[in-house]
């Protein structure tokens, strides 16, 4: 059995929550009630009153709400409640893919990165000839050449010999992605 001043908090907690106060605008702070393990309602009570809430999710009405809704803040102080901030939430940023797209060329830390993990630096360098011819010479034998960029990813892809001397370049097709092969071509070709 509820007395009286318990029923008046809950009528006032239940009347606050399905908005029988004055209503022009929606409030914009949402107040934040922590309720401690001691003010909770006791283990051994066997009913606990609940009270709707606007949004349709019930709250159990224990001492401590009852509590919260019925204390009046002292005359010469003012009650702030704090506002809850919701975190601004990131958008998720398109990854980017592991070679250029057909039109840009990679960056030289990017083209290099992508030779070791192909192992092309194996045989090649940028500026020195090693068991392959240097790229830069490689991109100057080239270059105005419309038809290269193709002629170069397939040689690549295939393998061949005789361009630069007896030595063969293996056939790397199977173990290399084609995008990586082209990326590569394309940066080799943009070398001065």
């Known amino acids: 059995m509820l007395n009286r001043s318990t029923m008046t908090a809950l009528l006032l907690l239940t009347g606050t929550l399905m908005?029988?106060?004055?209503?022009q605008t929606p409030p914009k702070v949402v107040p934040q009630v922590t309720v401690t393990q001691e003010q909770a309602a006791p283990a051994h009570s066997q009913v606990t009153p609940v009270a709707p809430t606007p949004t349709g999710v019930a709250v159990p009405v224990t001492p401590a709400?009852?509590?919260h809704?019925?204390?009046k803040p002292a005359a010469s102080s003012t009650v702030r409640e704090k506002p809850v901030v919701k975190a601004a939430v990131a958008k998720p940023v398109p990854a980017q893919p592991a070679a250029a797209s057909k039109s840009t060329v990679l960056t030289e830390t990017a083209a290099l990165q992508l030779a070791g993990k192909n192992n092309c630096l194996a045989c090649h360098a940028i500026n020195k000839k090693l068991v392959g011819p240097?790229?830069?010479?490689?991109a100057d034998k080239y270059r105005g050449d419309a038809s290269a960029q193709s002629r170069l990813e397939s040689k690549v892809s295939k393998g061949g010999s005789g361009a630069w001397g007896?030595?063969?370049?293996p056939a790397n097709s199977p173990r290399v992605k084609a995008e990586d092969i082209?990326?590569?071509?394309?940066?080799?070709?943009?070398?001065q």
């Not at 240097?134 to 490689?138: G, L, N």
């Not at 082209?182 to 070398?191: G, M, Y």
Request: glycine fraction near 4%; include cysteine; proline fraction near 0%.
């Open 19 to 23: 908005g029988c106060q004055h209503e």
């Open 65 to 67: 709400v009852i509590q």
């Open 69 to 71: 809704a019925t204390t």
């Open 134 to 138: 240097a790229w830069k010479a490689v």
């Open 166 to 169: 007896s030595m063969a370049m």
């Open 182 to 191: 082209t990326s590569l071509i394309r940066f080799i070709l943009s070398l």
